[in-house]
């Protein structure tokens, strides 16, 4: 069966769907996009989601190109037309498409949606059983890392040296030594009392949607959660450090760069908070439930 993108009005077979050669997303990366986990058909914190896309827009000054309502009934149809319950949904937005200059078209140009989704296969039982390994890379970015923009390009070097050197994820580190997150997901470390430190909102990390919903999940049941930065050396010497995102869920890490954290496997603490968000995740999927603390 051959998969089906939803392209500015109309849905077409992968072969067929392309956008414009003067797209502003494809010359200048001006544009946004949303990863949303899909369980059981049903949009995990979708409203969280469809928030946080309102917010880049808005930061960019790029008009919303439909009602949230409306973007949500064709996310829904587009996973509707791909014929799978457990997947991800991905949404592009860029600035539209006009003649390459860099400042803004005209008010008239509209933005471009392009939506995709597929199936994806569970978390492997090796790296839920045995934890990954991370290496650190000094956070090249610029200073809005908190809009979910196309422009990827760093992001794009530390997750390839990572993967260069053996390890699934590379943690950014900036200037005066702390960790600021990985290439594509939110840092956390457990310090020696059990809570649990995680780099404050700001502008120097992406708000993730799964950070957001651990930290909601970890208050409730009685977890002391620290929003602060902490050093490289602090992690290298937590007693238990994980990453989270919509795809990789709560991730143990179990290395960073060269030095092994406690014995080597997955925390106790990262394991329970794991199984809190796969739960959660399962209780959505049948209670079809909108994003609510
Ligand atoms: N990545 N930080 C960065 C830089 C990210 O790109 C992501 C998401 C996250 C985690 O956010 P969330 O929990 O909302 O997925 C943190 C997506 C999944 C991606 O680029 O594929």
Redesign the pocket.
């Known amino acids: 069966m051959s998969r089906i993108a939803y392209v500015n009005g109309r849905y077409l077979p992968h072969g067929a769907a392309s956008v414009h050669v003067e797209d502003r997303g494809y010359q200048f990366a001006d544009g946004v996009?949303?990863?949303i986990?899909v369980r059981g058909g049903v949009l995990i914190?979708g409203d969280?989601?469809m928030g946080?896309l309102q917010r880049s827009l808005s930061e960019l000054q790029i008009r919303m190109p439909m009602s949230p309502a409306a973007l949500n009934v064709i996310f829904r149809e587009t996973v509707r037309r791909n014929r799978f319950k457990d997947g991800?949904v991905?949404i592009q937005i860029s600035r539209g498409v006009a003649r390459r200059d860099h400042p803004f078209p005209n008010p008239e140009v509209r933005p471009a949606v392009v939506v995709t989704a597929r199936r994806t296969p569970p978390q492997s039982a090796k790296v839920i059983e045995e934890g990954i390994a991370v290496i650190t890379q000094p956070d090249i970015r610029w200073e809005r890392?908190d809009i979910?923009a196309i422009a990827?390009l760093p992001?794009v070097l530390v997750k390839q040296a990572a993967r260069e050197q053996g390890a699934v994820e590379a943690w950014q580190v900036d200037g005066d030594g702390f960790v600021t997150?990985?290439?594509?997901?939110?840092a956390w470390i457990i310090n020696a009392d059990g809570h649990l430190v995680t780099r404050p909102v700001e502008n120097a990390?992406?708000?993730?949607?799964?950070?957001?919903?651990l930290i909601a999940l970890a208050k409730s049941h009685g977890l002391k959660v620290e929003e602060r930065p902490f050093s490289l050396e602090e992690a290298k010497s937590a007693r238990e450090a994980f990453l989270?995102?919509?795809?990789?869920l709560v991730t143990a890490v179990v290395k960073i760069d060269d030095t092994v954290l406690a014995n080597g496997r997955p925390g106790s603490k990262t394991v329970a908070l794991r199984q809190l968000y796969m739960d959660f995740m399962s209780e959505t999927a049948i209670s079809g439930a909108t994003s609510q603390v």
């Open positions: 996009y949303e990863v986990a914190d969280w989601h946080r991800i991905y890392c979910k990827l992001n997150e990985g290439g594509s997901t939110n990390i992406l708000n993730g949607i799964t950070r957001r919903r989270t995102s919509t795809t990789s």
